[in-house]
Nanobody
Framework: QVQLVETGGASVQTGGSLKLACVVS????????LAWFRQGPEKEREGVAV?????????GVFVKGRFIISQEIVSGKVTLYLQMNNLTTEDTGIYFC??????????????????WGQGTQVTVSS
């Protein structure tokens, strides 16, 4: 059974940077998509970025080149990262990592993902 644990959330000021991490246990190559989602106050959960196991990456339109998704595999353990730069107050929310084995459709649609972490809070203040 796959488990995901996020860390790295914090409070920062506008223009600052944060790097989130998600440790994925129980991962194998069948889990083809590793993703970051976020949910702002009174907003729906939205896709931030996806790392495909073929090396491709997909970002939400609002990212606008500010975030970088990456993953590291060490001794069979996978860690997913999200480097966030030039943060704005609109980036405030709970950030979740998620994974799925297969999907058909838009890769940033949260409905495709069936394994989630508990989330980490990011707060950006002006």
């Amino acid at each position: 059974q796959v488990q995901l644990v996020e860390t790295g959330g914090a409070s920062v000021q506008t223009g600052g940077s944060l790097k989130l991490a998600c440790v994925v246990s129980g991962y194998n190559h069948n889990w083809r998509y590793l993703a970051w989602f976020r949910q702002g106050p009174e907003k729906e959960r939205e896709g931030v970025a996806v790392s495909w196991n073929n090396g491709a990456k997909t970002y939400g339109v609002f990212v606008k080149g500010r975030f970088i998704i990456s993953q590291e595999i060490v001794s069979g353990k996978v860690t997913l990262y999200l480097q966030m730069n030039n943060l704005t107050t609109e980036d405030t929310g709970i950030y979740f990592c998620a994974t799925t084995q297969t999907l058909s459709g838009w890769v940033l649609d949260r409905r495709h993902y069936n394994a989630w972490g508990q989330g980490t809070q990011v707060t950006v203040s002006s």
